[in-house]
């Protein structure tokens, strides 16, 4: 099983959509549907909540109006135009800008990039379909990571149901972007490389340019 190719790796992993830099702390909203009066959102990547023309979520999103496949939408006064299936729109927030990595893809469309966990190098391929970051034994031995004292818990991977350890991360690095206490698996096995997943993912903004993804720091 130490053999297995990336394709195998990346089965389940998630396609990268493009999307629009945006402020810290902003609020993301996505349009999932649009009915006579009422709307289909997801506010902060919540789960999806019927609206009506003029409603004002807890979050501060109003409901301005509605028709065809788009709908506006207000935060924080300002207005902004969405459309159904399009990549989740970020209002609002003070406009500051954290670090910032850009990622390139290989041939193949996958993007790589080095990196470090707990200060050790590392070889990452982005993986939105992954949960949280995860690496093989090796990797984990390399950084100092004791899965002894780790949590157990039983992985679905291409091959099949494995064993894999739930850690927290003192540190995951790309580029000039560090995060500190990220979750992430260790895999009972080594790895060909190891997955930046969304528990890193989910606090960066991502644009997505031809081979090309920036990352941007968000918290």
């Given at each position: 099983?130490?053999?297995?190719?990336?394709?195998?790796?990346?089965?389940?992993?998630?396609?990268?959509?493009?999307?629009?830099?945006?402020?810290?702390?902003?609020?993301?909203?996505?349009?999932?549907?649009?009915?006579?009066?009422?709307?289909?959102?997801?506010?902060?990547?919540?789960?999806?909540?019927?609206?009506?023309?003029?409603?004002?979520?807890?979050?501060?999103?109003?409901?301005?109006?509605?028709?065809?496949?788009?709908?506006?939408?207000?935060?924080?006064?300002?207005?902004?135009?969405?459309?159904?299936?399009?990549?989740?729109?970020?209002?609002?927030?003070?406009?500051?800008?954290?670090?910032?990595?850009?990622?390139?893809?290989?041939?193949?469309?996958?993007?790589?990039?080095?990196?470090?966990?707990?200060?050790?190098?590392?070889?990452?391929?982005?993986?939105?379909?992954?949960?949280?970051?995860?690496?093989?034994?090796?990797?984990?031995?390399?950084?100092?990571?004791?899965?002894?004292?780790?949590?157990?818990?039983?992985?679905?991977?291409?091959?099949?149901?494995?064993?894999?350890?739930?850690?927290?991360?003192?540190?995951?690095?790309?580029?000039?972007?560090?995060?500190?206490n990220v979750d992430g698996v260790v895999q009972g096995m080594d790895m060909p490389f190891a997955l930046l997943g969304m528990s890193f993912l989910n606090r960066m903004e991502m644009r997505h340019d031809g081979p090309s993804l920036q990352l941007r720091q968000r918290y």
């Amino acid at each position: 099983m130490k053999n297995l190719t990336i394709d195998r790796w990346l089965q389940c992993s998630g396609v990268i959509l493009g999307c629009i830099a945006v402020p810290v702390n902003a609020t993301e909203v996505a349009l999932a549907g649009v009915f006579p009066g009422k709307v289909l959102v997801v506010v902060n990547g919540g789960s999806p909540r019927t609206l009506a023309v003029g409603a004002l979520t807890q979050e501060g999103v109003r409901i301005v109006a509605a028709d065809g496949d788009g709908a506006v939408v207000e935060v924080d006064g300002r207005r902004q135009r969405l459309v159904v299936g399009q990549q989740a729109l970020n209002l609002g927030g003070d406009g500051r800008r954290g670090p910032t990595v850009t990622v390139h893809a290989d041939s193949r469309g996958q993007f790589h990039a080095p990196g470090a966990i707990n200060g050790s190098a590392v070889h990452f391929v982005v993986d939105t379909g992954a949960t949280y970051v995860s690496l093989g034994r090796g990797d984990a031995s390399r950084a100092g990571i004791d899965i002894s004292r780790a949590e157990p818990v039983m992985m679905q991977t291409a091959n099949g149901v494995a064993q894999a350890w739930r850690v927290k991360l003192d540190s995951v690095r790309v580029g000039d972007v560090v995060l500190r206490n990220v979750d992430g698996v260790v895999q009972g096995m080594d790895m060909p490389f190891a997955l930046l997943g969304m528990s890193f993912l989910n606090r960066m903004e991502m644009r997505h340019d031809g081979p090309s993804l920036q990352l941007r720091q968000r918290y």
